[in-house]
């Protein structure tokens, strides 16, 4: 080959061609989504996350959570995602308009996340039903998408001020249920719940998970983020969002100490509260009803 | 003296040992002092390169180590903020990508250009300062991980200050070479020089452009995961394999001693990497949330990738032809072979893995570390061995010291990514099976996979001994312990009726 000139466009051309396909026109295609409403403007979806939430994402990424957790649920023709209940619907690019950095992942040495504050537990049959026996924490207010404020200090187990809008007498882990969807979808948690169908992951299965994994999935290989709480001596009454472990657990503290978790831990497990892709969306089939706003989450496989 | 009877190839000094020496005439002699003259010019910044690139590796190699184990023993020191496994993986990703890889890359990349530009090297202290601005880079983006500061893009969680102070440096780095090739002799341009060229130019584009995509000018939503992809598959392909496939263009007909089988060929094969391998790298995203015209467009380039491969295989294999029996002796030959096999391997799994019927099982399991261990490992790593084994010798004028440890270094990373890769292959593809069948708990997916990631550390123990005896021989080297012969060191000694086939 003789000429720099051939060389030095052909290096340059095969460059662009490659920007232009893979970047290019796919942002003019799917770069510049609005989220999608109802004729009359309401019922945004999706929305931004709330401060906390947004700070958990950093901790997500800072600590490579991404690295064997993805957040996206491939359709039905591909793997076995819906089946898993990972999701009642593929994503698609609009659930992901306010995410930065967006977190994909591409390995799964854990569940996929994408639904992981809307989810039921499923998998854990030896599971010490933590949410049952886990005291309320607090703190991390959750997404701002919800409609229903969470109940702000709940510390006390008994204590249930069940959300304004939800008549019926919800059990007391339901006063922590995220509900970060819009308020069509939200009656239906509270019903389910109460039929005995296990209510979706809280925060205090959230902390106690990310602090000692395998006293909740024995079979976990997910590492455990101690570092995230913080060991203290009891000072007068216990904290209101200390971790809760049964008397003969091995990661109980001394008595006289507590385990809380730090301001980044509540921010994490806000992130992770946050992560619901359970509304329809006009441009992707939901499984089982075809898209209507209310899309009955629970009864979907 | 002793650097100008270092500096012949080693083959031709192994097909003139047994016609008795023919005598080398006058324009020869010239252009063995020409050649040793632009060796030591690049002297001091290709060991520079070549020093902290091992440097690089050998803690890369104990991340790696600690992270393989973490991931089937994931109670080790959890109270650690910075021995957590995702802060501990991507360090180990980011040395070896910026730290081992790149740095080797450079290093050998200048030296070949040196020495095809026939030009000798001005100004070394711009790339000394270049070598030093990376490596402060490195350090910054690898403690900016491990601090918590990941930006969470693969590939590219380096803090986005480590970034700039990479691009900084690598600018220093590039314009030198560039300005090499200007002041070249000779009217044509090797094969080896259209990749290099290739890569200094792609890279810095590259790496400028998803840096303004992701920060300063963010994409929205699902965008960042195309960028990020793209950035990644064109890192690996554009700059590391344009790199790894340049020096082997050179390593293989030089140490035989015979020129490339075909021109032609070579030409086909550049262009059509060119132009598919950049396509390819959206088949990582597949059947996520993204135009499935994207998607099957990059399985389509990656499908077409067996053009180049199959051309630049093709090419080696009858450059090579009767002369595959010099592998028993050259280091460099051997584990530039063993590199240039493994890019097809690379490129056939790659093709494999990314048809959507096998996707559905391999997609989200160990098969992409797999992958990205064939590519960055037994591919590139192995082909810049067997660069260093040719290059360093004639910078310290010395010959390498133990033909044993070489040996050794050699079986020990044969086996361990060998060993790695089938683990993870076979693993990944159980634990996608497993996956799939949605009527088994998700925990038995990843218990499926768990005794091929022990597997997995062992081979990891296997590499963790091969680097470190390496790094070992090529201390002795910069100290000038090697030996003073003036014939290179052999992995075996010669028989003579394997030299003339």
Known sequence: ?301 | METVTTTGSAASRLTQQPQGGTEQVTPGEIENVERALIDASTRVPVLMFYTSAIFWLLVGTLLAAFASFKLHSPDMFSGISVLTFGRVRAAHMGMMVYGWASMAGMGTAIWLMARLCRTTLRHPLVLVTGAAFWNLGVLLGVGGILAGQSTGYEWFEFPTYAGAVLFVAYLLVMSWAVLMFRFRRGDTIYITQWYLLAAFLWFPWLFAATHVMLFVVPVQGVMQAVVNWWFANNLMFLWLGAIGLGTAYYMIPKVIGRPVYSYNLAAIGFWTYALFASWTGMQRLIDGPFPAWMITASIAAAILSIIPVATVGLNHHMTMRGYFPLMRYSPTLRFTVFGAISYSAFSIVGIIISLRSMAQIVHFTQMSVAYSHLGLYAFFTMVMFGSMYYIVPRLVGREWRYATLIKLHFWSSAYGVGLMVLMLLVGGFVQGLSMNDASLSFTESTQSVLPYLRGRSVSGILLTVSHFIFAYHFVLMLFGLGRTASVPTFLNPIEPEDVHP
Not at chain 1, 272 to 296: C, I, N, R
């Open chain 1, 1 to 301: 080959m003789k000429g720099l000139l051939p060389l030095f466009l052909g290096i340059f051309g095969t460059f662009a061609f490659s920007w232009t396909g893979l970047i290019f026109i796919p942002n003019l295609q799917i770069g510049h989504l609005d989220p999608q409403t109802e004729e009359d403007g309401t019922d945004a979806y999706p929305s931004p996350r709330s401060g906390m939430a947004e700070r958990g994402r950093q901790i997500y990424a800072a600590n490579g959570c991404n690295y064997c957790h993805t957040q996206q649920v491939r359709a039905d023709y591909a793997g076995s995602d819906l089946d898993r209940k990972w999701g009642i619907r593929r994503s698609a690019p609009r659930d992901y308009i306010f995410d930065r950095p967006v977190l994909l992942g591409k390995m799964r040495m854990g569940p996929d996340l994408a639904n992981v504050g809307h989810r039921v537990p499923v998998t854990d049959q030896n599971a010490p039903a933590p949410s049952a026996t886990t005291s309320t924490t607090t703190g991390a207010p959750v997404a701002g998408a919800s409609p229903a404020p969470a109940p702000a200090a709940s510390a006390s187990p008994t204590v249930s001020p069940a959300p304004a809008a939800q008549t019926a007498s919800a059990p007391p882990a339901s006063a922590q249920n995220p509900t970060p969807s819009p308020s069509p979808s939200a009656p239906n948690e509270v019903v389910t719940a109460i039929n005995g169908v296990p209510i979706p992951y809280t925060e205090a299965w959230h902390h106690r998970h990310l602090y000692s994994p395998r006293s909740i999935t024995e079979d976990s290989d997910m590492p455990a983020f101690r570092f995230l709480y913080e060991k203290r001596q009891i000072a007068g009454q216990v904290a209101a969002d200390a971790l809760n472990f049964d008397e003969s657990s091995t990661d109980a503290p001394p008595s006289g100490w507590e385990i809380v978790p730090t301001y980044e831990a509540k921010c994490l497990v806000a992130y992770l509260m946050s992560l619901d892709q359970s509304h329809s969306l006009k441009e992707v089939k939901t499984a089982a009803a075809p898209a209507s706003p209310p899309a009955p989450g629970k009864q979907v496989k």
